[in-house]
C-alpha cells in the first residue's frame, strides 16, 4: 500500500524523525487557514503548497492546461489560497504519472525550511528497502538530493553510496555514523544525520515498510536535518498489523 507524503510523515514523527511539518487540507480557505498556523507555529515566512497524489515528480510537474506546478512557494496567506485554488480539482502530470496525469483532491501545506542561516542548506538523497539478491536491508543515499534518482545512478553511479543491514539486526551505530561522513556532514548536522538515519531504520523495520524513500532528505541553515519529502510503500501482508494506520 502506497501511502500520501502527508500520511506517511504523520507516521514519521512517531518514530522521531523530523520532518517538513505541514497541514493537509481540502479546499482553498482552508489552505489560507493553514498557512497562518503554521506562519505562526513555525515561524515560517513562507510555505509551499504541495499537491498530495501517489505519484512523485511534482515540483517539476504542472497542473493539466495551465503553468502551476504541484509543489510550490506561496509568499503570504493569498499567495497560498490562490495557489491551493490552482491545484485542487487539477490534474497533475509528472514523469512519473503518465501524461494521463492525477487528479488532486488535498494539498499539503507545509512550512518552509530553505531559509537562510549560519550554514548552506544541502538535498540529499536518502532510501531503505530490501535488497532481494542479498536477502539484506540497503540503505541507498547520494550527496545528489532533490532531484530524480535514476538520472543519478544512469549520469553518476559513483555517487550513490549503499549501506547493507545485517539480516534481523539493527543498523549500527557505525553504519550511521558513515552514512553522516560520506554525505560531507561535520558538528551539529553529523550528529543530527546519524540520529535521523537510525530512528528511520526503526521506522522502516517498524512499521514493516516494503520502501521508504527520502527525497530531499534536507540539511537546514540551522544543521537540522530533516524529511522534506517522503515515500512510504507498506508491505500488503502487514496491513493486518496495522489497521490504525489506514483512515
Ligand atoms: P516531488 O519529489 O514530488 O517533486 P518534493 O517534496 O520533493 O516533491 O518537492 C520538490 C522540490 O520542491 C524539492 O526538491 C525542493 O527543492 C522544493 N521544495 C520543497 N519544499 C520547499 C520549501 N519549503 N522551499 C523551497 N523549495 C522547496
Ligand atoms: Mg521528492
Known sequence: MNLHEYQAK?????????VQEGIPCNTPTEAEEAYRQIHTQYDSKFAVVKAQIHAGGRG???IAGTEQRGVAVGKNAEDIK????????????????????????????AQDVYFEGPSPVKEFYLSILLDRTKGQNVIMYSTEG???????????????????IHPGGLLQAFQARKIAFNLGLSGEAFKNCTKFVT???????????SMLEINPL???????????????????NSL??????IT
Not at 532533490?146 to 547493507?164: C, L, Q, R, S, Y
Not at 534536507?218 to 500488503?236: G, P, Q, R, Y
Not at 493486518?240 to 494506520?245: C, I, K, P, S, T
Open 10 to 18: 504523520e507516521l514519521l514523527k512517531k518514530y522521531n524523525v523530523p
Open 60 to 62: 517539476k510537474g504542472k
Open 82 to 109: 490562490t495557489i491551493a485554488q490552482n491545484i485542487l480539482g487539477g490534474t497533475l502530470v509528472t514523469i512519473q504519472t503518465g501524461p494521463a496525469g492525477k487528479l488532486v483532491n488535498k494539498v499539503l501545506v
Open 146 to 164: 532533490g532531484m530524480n534518482i535514476e538520472d543519478v545512478a544512469h549520469d553518476t553511479p559513483e555517487k550513490i553510496f549503499k549501506e547493507w
Open 199 to 209: 530512528n528511520l531504520y526503526n521506522a522502516f523495520t517498524g512499521l514493516d515498510c
Open 218 to 236: 534536507f540539511k537546514a541553515s540551522d544543521d537540522k536535518i530533516i524529511a522534506v519529502d517522503c515515500k512510504m510503500n507498506l508491505d500488503e
Open 240 to 245: 493486518m498489523r496495522h489497521a490504525d494506520l
